[in-house]
């Protein structure tokens, strides 16, 4: 009697959780189907006019287009402003729409306004899932066609992929921040201008200690390579320094040179002069000193020039000397910030990582493994008539709505005891108990 009694509770249980699911599934279907415009759809809003004298439509653009529902549930329009779509529909939205348009215009007729959906607000798939994120939604979307977009429920195999693809991904973090503190630490060493780099600690581990040594061997080959390419731009910009010195050294020698051939002109060109007002000598005498002593004078001007150019190239060469040392601290500064900014965001990427592995495999060990007897459960969170969202319970057949957020759950079903209906069943009725007392008698 009490097996029976148990076989009816659970056949009960059963009945109602499928009547009220058929229930759920009615009522989604029916809302679909019924084209309430839910927060976030996009629309799309066309507003033509029949223009008597083209004899043709004539589309309004500046009114049409693509909106969004608000989160509050109105369309934002130009000409006629925000309109609550409450419980419309498209058909009763472009009602409305053409309603206020021949109030605000002042139009004899409205004009022919349809409205149309462009983009459902997608559902969101979370809990116990493979792939859990937002879907796109269609119209007659069930729950279980979302169960099958996001992956199907979360298997043990998932788990695995899972776990190994987040070692890698911490391993990769790992290796960048090793990269980076060994590049932060050439970088001081550059800023130092210290001949040696100070590198890290490197992990322990045979694999490591192989990538850590050849990551600072490259850091040093950068070092030197840097090193010597300032070093050889410093001798470069000596080196012009000092043949600018030499070249001065040269023009201020043949300065001299010309202040004695001017001066020995000036005295040849003084006696000339003498000569030629006494009559011995002839006057193109004296003009060819006059341009030899013009000619000695301009070559003078261009050595003096040239040695002005020499002391100007001078001066840019220290300059540029000077400022050689400074441009390379300006670059490594900027470098070793920039560095330690990715450093950062490396350690706070690996501290995610990390917290990822750990939540990955504590939930491993809940998931179920093949052939392992499970429970799932449905529930759908959605925003009933005042805005408030509401969770309940569903099946796989019902059918969603756009917006709805369906949280899968399974539990592991422990397997089915045999023992307490046994023991009903050998156990002695109070018949066959007082029978037994009768025949004891």
């Known amino acids: 009697m009490a097996v029976h009694c148990t076989i009816q509770l659970s056949r009960f249980r059963k009945v109602l959780a499928v009547g009220v699911a058929f229930a759920v599934g009615w009522t989604s279907l029916a809302s679909a189907e019924n084209g309430e415009?839910?927060?976030?759809?996009?629309?799309?809003?066309?507003?033509?006019?029949?223009?008597?004298?083209?004899?043709?439509?004539?589309?309004?653009?500046?009114?049409?287009?693509?909106?969004?529902?608000s989160q509050a549930g109105t369309v934002l329009l130009p000409v006629i402003g925000s309109i609550p779509v409450g419980n419309l529909s498209t058909s009763g939205?472009?009602?409305?729409?053409?309603?206020?348009?021949?109030?605000?215009?002042?139009?004899?007729?409205?004009?022919?306004?349809?409205?149309?959906?462009?983009?459902?607000?997608?559902?969101?798939?979370?809990?116990?899932?493979?792939?859990?994120?937002?879907?796109?939604?269609?119209?007659?979307?069930?729950?279980?066609?979302?169960?099958?977009?996001?992956?199907?429920?979360?298997?043990?195999d998932a788990h695995s992929q899972d776990e190994i693809k987040l070692v890698g991904e911490l391993k990769g973090v790992d290796d960048d921040i090793l990269r980076?503190?060994?590049?932060?630490?050439?970088?001081?060493?550059e800023m130092s201008g210290t001949t040696e780099i100070k590198f890290p600690q490197p992990p322990l581990g045979n694999s490591e200690s192989r990538a850590a040594a050849e990551i600072f061997g490259q850091e040093k080959i950068i070092f030197s390579a840097r090193a010597n390419a300032l070093d050889r731009q410093t001798k470069s910009l000596s080196e012009l320094r000092d043949l600018l010195d030499a070249e001065i050294n040269v023009l201020q020698e043949k300065?001299?040179?010309?202040?004695?051939?001017?001066?020995?002109?000036?005295?040849?060109?003084?006696?000339?002069?003498?000569?030629?007002?006494?009559?011995?000598?002839?006057?193109?005498?004296?003009?060819?000193?006059?341009?030899?002593?013009?000619g000695f004078r301009a070559d003078r001007l261009d050595q003096v020039t040239a040695i002005m150019r020499a002391r100007q190239g001078i001066?840019?060469?220290?300059?540029?000397?000077?400022?050689?040392?400074?441009?390379?601290?300006?670059?490594?500064?900027?470098?070793?910030?920039?560095?330690q900014a990715n450093l950062d965001q490396l350690r706070l990427k690996r501290d995610v990582a990390q917290r990822l592995l750990l939540d990955t495999l504590a939930s491993a060990?809940?998931?179920?493994?093949?052939?392992?007897?499970?429970?799932?459960?449905?529930?759908?969170?959605?925003?009933?008539?005042?805005?408030?969202?509401?969770?309940?319970?569903?099946s796989e057949a019902t059918t969603l709505l756009p917006g709805d957020v369906l949280k899968v759950t399974y539990n592991k079903q422990a397997p089915a005891s045999s023992e307490p209906a046994?023991?009903?069943l050998n156990a002695p009725s109070a018949n066959d108990t007082k029978s037994e007392q009768a025949r004891s008698q």
């Open 180 to 189: 980076c503190m060994a590049r932060i630490a050439r970088l001081e060493a």
């Open 422 to 424: 046994a023991a009903s």
């Open 93 to 156: 939205l472009a009602e409305e729409i053409a309603t206020r348009l021949q109030s605000k215009i002042g139009l004899v007729n409205k004009p022919d306004t349809t409205v149309e959906i462009v983009e459902y607000p997608p559902v969101y798939v979370v809990g116990d899932v493979t792939k859990p994120g937002q879907y796109q939604f269609r119209l007659g979307m069930t729950v279980l066609q979302a169960l099958a977009l996001s992956g199907g429920e979360l298997r043990s």
């Open 37 to 69: 415009l839910a927060p976030q759809t996009k629309l799309r809003l066309t507003v033509v006019q029949w223009m008597p004298t083209k004899g043709e439509y004539q589309q309004w653009g500046a009114l049409g287009g693509e909106f969004i529902v």
């Open 315 to 339: 001066t840019e060469a220290t300059r540029s000397l000077e400022g050689l040392r400074d441009q390379q601290q300006t670059d490594v500064a900027t470098e070793l910030q920039k560095e």
């Open 255 to 294: 300065i001299k040179g010309a202040d004695l051939n001017i001066k020995s002109a000036e005295d040849e060109l003084v006696g000339v002069k003498v000569l030629v007002d006494k009559g011995v000598a002839i006057v193109s005498r004296r003009s060819d000193l006059e341009r030899a002593l013009a």
């Open 365 to 394: 060990s809940n998931a179920p493994r093949p052939g392992e007897p499970t429970l799932i459960e449905f529930s759908v969170t959605r925003q009933d008539g005042s805005g408030e969202p509401k969770q309940i319970q569903v």
